[in-house]
Structure formats: C-alpha cells, structure tokens
C-alpha cells in the first residue's frame, strides 16, 4: 500500500485550485483521496511525503511517434517528466502494437500506450517504401480494406492523412463509424471539411488549419501539401506571418469548431524547433535529442535565401498563439502534444512542457491546460473511466512536481515522482536507463 500525504491536490475533475489531500493507492489503483483527517494511514504503507508539492494525475501527451525517430530507446523520457500516457499516432504496425503490447505487459518500462499504427493517405507525391507508416487508398474499396485490417489488428485509433480528398475523406469516415475514435492531419481536405465530415479531432494547429486561416493567395491548390509543394514547411510560415485573423474564413472555422465536438491537438512546439523559431534548441531536455539535422531547406528559419525575416517569423509564431486562444475561448478542447520524437527538437516527454508554456502565452489558464492534459485528454481517448483524474477507483498514474503549477506552468517541469500503474519512479532513475 502506498500513500501520498503532505501534499496540495490538484484532482483534474475541476478547474479548483489545489487543496491538501492524502491520496491512497494500493496495487494499481487510487483507492481513497480525501483530506489528511479522512485517511487513516496504514503503519505497513509506503509513505511519499508530498510537503511542498501539488500532486497531479499523469500527463497525457496526444501527439507522438514512438517508433519513428529515436522513439523507442526513449520511453523512459516521457515517464521522467510525469507523462504516464501517450497518444501513438503513425507508425509501422508490426512495430508500434507490439511496442503498445509490450509495455502494458510490464515487458518495457514506458508510458501507456493507445496506437494508430499507419497513416490513412491518399495519392501523393511521396513514396511509400516497404514499413512506412502510410497506407495508400485510392477509392473506398482501398479505405475499407485498410480500415477493416486496422481494426482486425486492435488498433486503438485511426489517423487520416494529408492527402486524402475530401470526398474519400469523409468514406473513411462512414467506413469506421465510430468503432474508434479517429484524428486527422489535412491537407488536400480542409480543416473546415474534414470537422463537418465527423473527424473527433484535428492535428497540427500550423498545418492543418493553414488553408482555412491564410489569404487565398497564399493557399495550395487541391492537389497540394506536404511532399507535393516544394519548401513546404517555409511557405507555411510565410503564409502565417501575413494571415488575417479577422477574415470570414477564420471567423466560419472558430464557429465550426466551437458547434462541433471536434477537438484539436496544435502542437504549438512543432514551430518552435524551426519551422517558425528555433527556440526549442535551449530546451532542458536538448541534450537527449538524438534526430540527424534536418535538411535546411525544409526550415523557415535555416532556408538560405529564402528564410524569412525576423519580421514575419515574429508575425507567424503571434498569430498561430493568437488562434489558439481564440478557438480556446470559443469553447474548443485544446489536447497538448509535441509530435516528438518525429520532428527536430521535440524530445520525449520535454516537450510537452514547452506545450503547456506556449499554451499559457496564448491565453489560456494553467489550470485549464492542466485538465486538457489529463482528464480531457483521457475523455478523447474513450478512457475516461479508467483515467484523466484522481479519483478512488481510477488507475494509479499520478505525477508529484515540486511547487504549484496552477500558479506557474513552469512547475510541470520540477517532478519529483511519477507513479504509473502504481509503480513509483523517480526522474533520475528512469534518466539513466535512456539509451
């Protein structure tokens, strides 16, 4: 048996402040939460003592690529820094199930695991080698056979991908009808028509949502996107950096997802490891990232002649932060994730904390962001019953950080403990078993 005594309690079921509270845990389990005067402390039971701490449930990053990059040899780093669930969205099955199975067998030591396996993709420019993460339909009778072969195989989710037309788009759609919950990364399908289709969620503020946001002029054609327009990642910025928030188009996309279920998941820290800033590179956990360079053409901030101006790399990374809090304060659930270890300067589990910063800097609360990587997150993933706040009853994933984080989001960063599945942890053990 184990407690957690001493320490200030922030649930994830409320946006209330944190409140002193003792928390009991036995096997795998929160079996009571109440005030210190409430729990009787067993003199067998494992004490943490919490004093000086706010005790939170795990984190949940909703954005990650476990065996694409150096994803594998890093599931440690995401337990590290308190994220005891992940969202795995794309990569080779054979791979990313069985890593998912592994680890909640006890076979791995890693964070939660719910797994895509491939991208859903239209007809595109880019390759498809043998393993790749996407699968390619060219009609509905393509779509079902994947569809259908996914489920088979237990996936958790399904992503759709860039180049899916909106018309197959919305077939893949009809096709899964709910069976999972689904996600997208759109490109050659709008934000706008991808959420009236019935996607649960949107991925990637800075890509996703481009061409319902930027001036027409500076939109792709219907057959655009990544792998089919050239210097892909720094036109996007350009066409951020000189977008009209104000526009009807942005107005009709704010109230789509405001009327809408759809929740959107920005990865705001994707901007900031060079496709806007490269910001990213002072992070604390820098020093674990493991990814070769990228190829500088593919950076707005490192495109040669091309780079854009501080000017416009100010304007962009503005305006992205400006939406984010304007569809925040719409009423559209923000779920925190980082894309890592995928893109340059996303590293396990640190870059979920330069998330919930950006996050504040756009406007919304700490508490808020707080609930959006836990219990909301949890609620996405169909997991709400199990996970997502602490509760008697709920799984044992909690996190203790030194100091208040509702205060200072900063706080996420100084954990103490991370117990998952009721396995307590500290940082600097699980630090050491890092490959």
Known sequence: ????????????ASLNPPRPATVLVEGNQIAAVGLPSEIPVPDSARIIDATGCTVLPGFIDMHVHITLGAGQGNLSLWLANGVTTVRDLGGDPDKSLAVRDEIAAGKRVGPRTFAVGPWL????????????PMWVSHDARDARRDVETLLARGVDGLKLYTMLPPKLFAEVLKIVDGRVWTTAHVARTTAQEAI?????????????????VVRPEDRHGPNGGPGATPD?????????????LKSDSVQRL????????????????????GWVTNEAADDPGSGFERRPARNASTSAVDSGANALSEEDMGRARLAQLELLGVLYGAGCTILPGTDSPAVPLQVPGFS???????HA??????????????????????????????????????????????????????VRYVIKDGVVFTPAELLREVQ
């Open 352 to 358: 979920l904390h330069r998330e919930f910063a950006l």
């Open 196 to 212: 009236s289709a019935g996607v649960e969620c949107i991925e990637h503020l800075y890509a996703s949502l481009y061409q319902d």
């Open 121 to 132: 993709q239209g007809e595109s420019a880019q390759t498809t080698p043998p393993g790749s």
């Open 361 to 414: 800097e756009a406007g919304i609360p700490n508490a808020a962001i707080l609930q959006s990587a836990t219990r909301n997150a949890a609620q996405k993933l169909r997991r709400g019953a199990q996970l997502g706040t602490i509760e008697a009853g709920k799984l044992a994933d909690i996190v203790i950080v030194n100091g208040d984080p509702v205060a200072d989001i900063r706080a996420t960063r100084a």
């Open 254 to 273: 704010v109230e789509l997802f405001a009327s809408s279920a759809a929740s959107l998941s920005p990865t705001m820290v994707m901007m900031t490891g």
């Open 232 to 244: 892909y990642w720094r036109w996007l910025a350009h066409g951020w950096a000189h977008a009209d």
């Open 1 to 12: 048996m184990l407690v957690i005594a001493g320490g200030q309690l922030f649930d994830g």
